[in-house]
Every structure is written in structure tokens, then in C-alpha cells.
């Protein structure tokens, strides 16, 4: 019995061996390390209400330095620290300081950039200016470049420190980035954000005379068109588009050899326009059409209702007098569908707009 016993208790400590052995031993995963920036970026944001702006110089600035192979961390900073930078880049562990300063001036930005070494304990300052349109990413950009550029034999030794450690960082699967270590650095070899898609709405207000021509002026006197118009534009590579909707209304007598009319022209319709340019002075043209109601007050037969179509079109001029404020003169022609003979004449306007 006492052999039995003693291959009964061998026999189960070999299966449990067996056992054992079969379980996989879970890999031991090392932590991540915070990577350090190699430039801290101090922007100094003038107000609480130009914080859409600090967003849009840290993605520029973001965008450049990860281009480049450098790791950067963004921060929000005073402007003492600005004036002073190198202690709080030196405390994070950067190499070197770039502080961002912008400030508006009514329709424009100044955009003061600072390179700050902690080595060779140098300085580079560019200052630009631009219009606060659609385009002003670019200007931000393009002051970007010339600063890095200054600074390109620096960045390059930056960027060179990382390559012996490129074998160790585990890469990111495709498709996907690693996240920035600390949540504020960029690693090396991550994505650039991509630019955001920026739009702006436009809401316009004027007022014309209508000038009618061919067979219509024997008849129409002089018309007066107040219009409205609200439209959405969006930056595309080929410049500002914008789709929107239109309305007025067009008011003028007409005058026969035996009756006469109060007529109302009101129409609603769809315009697309197109801007050159992101200036304060921006050319544009534009197309609209759609349905127009025909109303005839007469002296003889009453009144008289008609649904026709519209056709609107034209060159102008937008003037940027503060940020968000411009005016525009257009002169457009237009011509409305009424047969036997059309109605079309000019329409020189001058429009208050609000860009929101």
C-alpha cells in the first residue's frame, strides 16, 4: 500500500509539472517613459477671448518642429516667463525655448516669435503681420519658417539625438500615432495634425438702384432693390468659397400708353461666391439664381402675379475695416425671365457685412 501511496503522489506532481510548463508566462511589459521636449513653445495669449488663435499658433508650431524629427511640448505661459523663458524650458528638460507672442491690430495680427537657446545661450526675434482672415494660418506658418530656418543647423543636432533611440521605440501600428508621452509631447515620428478646415459665415446687407435696359426701360423707370444674403465660405486650396442664400425685393413703376404699375420683383435664390485673395482688400465675383415672384399692381386689371426665373451676376470689392466688419461695392447685372421681354438691367450695390 505504502508503494502505491508513494507513485500515486509522483505521478501527481509530474502532471502538475506538466502543467506548468504548458501556461505561458505573461511578458513583462516595460512603462513608458516621458519623453523630454527638445523645445518648449511659450505662447503668450493676450486675452481669454483669443484663445481660437493660441490653438491655431500651437498647431502651426506643432506641425513644424514634428516635420523636422524634434519633439516639442506646448504651454501656456506669462508674460514674464516669455520675456525670461530658458529657467522653465531648462525645468522641463528642453534644449531650447520658442516663445510666441501676437497681439491685434484691428483687422491685422503681429506675430512676434523668439528662438532661445540653453546651450549657447543665443537668440533669433522675427516679428510678421497679417491679415486675420481664412489665410492666416499661412502667415503664421510662413513666420514659422523663417525663424526655423535661422535655426536649422540647431534643429538638425536636435533632431539627430533621437536617432539612436529610434530602434528602441516600439512603432506605431499603421494608421494609428503614439501619443504624445505626458500628454503635451510630441514624439518623434508622429503624425503632424492635419490643418484644420476653416469657415466663416457671412451675413451681408444692402442696397441698389436697378437700372433697366433693353426693351424693358421704355416702359420701367428706375428701380430700388434692398437684399440680404447670408452664406456659409470654406478655405479650399483655390481660395474662399461661399454658398449661401439670397433675397430682395425690387421695387419700380411702369408706365403704358393706357395703364401704369406698381411692380415688385422679390427674389430668392442660391449664390455662390468666390474670393481672390486674403487681404483687406479682396476682389470677388459671384453668381446667383433661382425663383423670382412678379407682382403688378395696375391701374386697369388689378393685380397681377407671376413665378419666374432669375439670373444674377457680377463682379465686387470687399474692404476689411475692422476684424469681423467690411464693406463691399459690387455691380451686377441682372435679368429676370419674363416673356415676351425679359426684365434686366444693372444693380450697382454697396453692402454692410458682418464675418462671424
Known amino acids: 500500500m505504502i508503494g502505491v501511496e508513494v507513485s500515486t503522489t509522483r505521478a501527481l506532481i509530474f502532471a502538475t509539472c506538466l502543467v506548468l510548463c504548458a501556461v505561458p508566462v505573461p ?7 516621458p519623453v523630454p521636449p527638445d523645445v518648449l ?19 502651426a508650431a506643432t506641425y513644424k518642429l514634428g516635420n523636422l524629427g524634434v519633439a516639442s511640448k506646448i504651454v501656456s505661459a506669462a508674460p514674464s516667463e516669455t520675456d525670461s523663458p530658458l529657467p522653465r524650458a531648462k525645468a522641463s528638460g528642453a534644449s531650447a525655448a520658442l516663445v510666441c507672442r501676437y497681439q491685434l491690430d484691428g483687422g491685422q495680427m503681429v ?26 494660418d499661412d502667415v ?80 420701367f423707370a428706375l428701380g430700388y432693390l434692398p437684399s440680404l444674403l447670408a452664406s456659409l465660405f470654406i478655405d479650399t486650396p483655390v481660395g474662399p468659397v461661399g454658398l449661401g442664400l439670397y433675397a430682395g425685393m425690387d421695387y419700380f413703376k411702369a408706365t403704358g400708353f393706357q395703364d401704369y404699375s406698381d411692380t415688385y420683383l422679390i427674389p430668392l435664390g442660391i449664390d455662390v461666391r468666390y474670393e481672390l485673395g486674403s487681404a483687406a482688400l479682396r476682389p ?71 464675418h462671424l
Open 27 to 33: 511578458a513583462v511589459t516595460p512603462q513608458s517613459v
Open 41 to 59: 513653445v511659450l505662447i503668450n495669449p493676450p486675452s481669454r477671448n483669443t484663445e481660437d488663435f493660441t490653438t491655431l499658433i500651437a498647431e
Open 111 to 136: 506675430v512676434t516669435l523668439g528662438w532661445y537657446d540653453a546651450e549657447s545661450n543665443t537668440s533669433v526675434v522675427v516679428q510678421t503681420r497679417g491679415a486675420v482672415d481664412l489665410h492666416l
Open 140 to 219: 503664421i506658418l510662413a513666420a514659422l519658417d523663417d525663424i526655423l530656418g535661422k535655426v536649422q543647423t540647431r534643429l538638425s543636432a536636435l533632431s539627430a539625438r533621437h536617432a539612436g533611440a529610434a530602434s528602441t521605440t516600439p512603432a506605431a501600428p499603421a494608421g494609428l500615432t503614439l501619443p504624445p508621452a505626458g500628454g503635451a509631447v510630441q514624439v518623434i515620428g508622429q503624425r503632424p495634425p492635419a490643418s484644420p478646415v476653416r469657415h466663416r459665415v457671412l451675413l451681408s446687407g444692402g442696397f441698389a438702384p436697378f437700372v433697366p435696359t433693353g426693351a424693358a426701360s421704355y416702359y
Open 284 to 354: 470677388f465675383f459671384h453668381v446667383t439664381g433661382g425663383p423670382a415672384l412678379l407682382v403688378m399692381v395696375t391701374g386697369a386689371q388689378g393685380t397681377i402675379t407671376n413665378v419666374l426665373p432669375f439670373l444674377k451676376s457680377g463682379i465686387g470689392l470687399d474692404v476689411l475695416v475692422t476684424q469681423g466688419v467690411s464693406v463691399s461695392a459690387v455691380a451686377d447685372y441682372d435679368v429676370y425671365f419674363e416673356l415676351p421681354y425679359l426684365l434686366m438691367g444693372f444693380s450697382p450695390s454697396m453692402n454692410f457685412e458682418l
